[in-house]
């Protein structure tokens, strides 16, 4: 069974504007993590934002929050004020349990085109 | 402080040769992982070293294989290439704390088997 989902294989975004990408996952683990990560065209994955599944609050790092619904097993990434340069491959990922298994379980990314 | 560095950027090799890759980690990371990017199956993990013992493996024919040294590089081996190898290659390194969080990734190798 797939354990992340992002359901939108392309979005395009305004400059300036805010736009949200889908995650939902699928554990049964009561502890794990999510992850988001931004891959230009480089190929470099690049960190932008974690939530714990214990964690209270939303996880935000400047322009990035993670609306993260817990019951709906959502943890969706938003972008507030897009820069072109957020043009990128965006994917959700998941890690599951504690120190003993740190793989990561990718969906299969959004590509995000902000147009000026 | 420096980053993930893969090497080489780039590779091109053909049906049944082997290759190796090579990580160096962040320096104090303990643990590097290794992951296959490809257009059909996306990312996917193939191993994680910790203190030079492979901890984690993924779902891989025995193919693939890596090996982490003393000051944590990493390196992964594939032999007998095939064409569907053919991927970005990257690795990731981590603190490997319990509160640790953050994996850092490389810029990846490409490779191309013909």
């Known amino acids: 069974a797939q354990k992340i989902t992002q359901t939108q294989p392309g979005m395009f975004v305004q400059e300036k504007e805010a736009v949200t990408l889908d995650c939902t996952y699928d554990?049964?683990?009561?502890?794990?993590?999510l992850f988001w990560y931004k891959q230009p065209s480089s190929g470099e994955m690049i960190f932008l934002i974690y939530?714990?599944?214990?964690?209270?609050q939303n996880a935000t790092e400047g322009r990035y929050s993670l609306n993260f619904q817990k019951a709906r097993k959502s943890a969706n990434l938003v972008i507030s004020a897009s820069q072109l340069g957020d043009s990128a491959m965006y994917f959700c990922?998941?890690?599951?349990?504690?120190?003993?298994?740190?793989?990561?379980?990718f969906g299969s990314g959004t590509r995000l085109q902000v147009q000026p | 402080k420096a980053g993930v560095t893969q090497t080489p950027r780039y590779l091109i090799k053909t049906r049944g040769q082997q290759v190796t890759l090579s990580c160096s980690p962040i320096?104090?990371?303990?643990?590097v992982s290794w992951y296959q990017q490809t257009p059909g199956q996306g990312l996917q993990f193939l191993f994680e070293?910790?203190?030079?013992?492979?901890?984690n493996k993924g779902n891989f024919p025995g193919r693939f294989s890596g090996r982490q040294f003393s000051n944590s590089r990493s390196e992964m081996n594939v032999s007998t290439l095939e064409l569907g190898d053919s991927a970005l290659y990257l690795c990731?390194?981590?603190?490997?704390?319990?509160?640790?969080?953050?994996?850092?990734f490389g810029s990846g190798t490409r490779l191309t088997v013909v």
């Open positions: 939530q714990g599944s214990y964690d209270q």
């Open positions: 990922a998941m890690r599951e349990g504690g120190t003993g298994r740190r793989a990561l379980t």
């Open positions: 320096s104090g990371h303990r643990s």
């Open positions: 990731a390194s981590s603190l490997d704390s319990v509160t640790s969080v953050g994996y850092t």
């Open positions: 554990t049964s683990d009561p502890s794990y993590g």
């Open positions: 070293y910790f203190s030079e013992t492979q901890r």
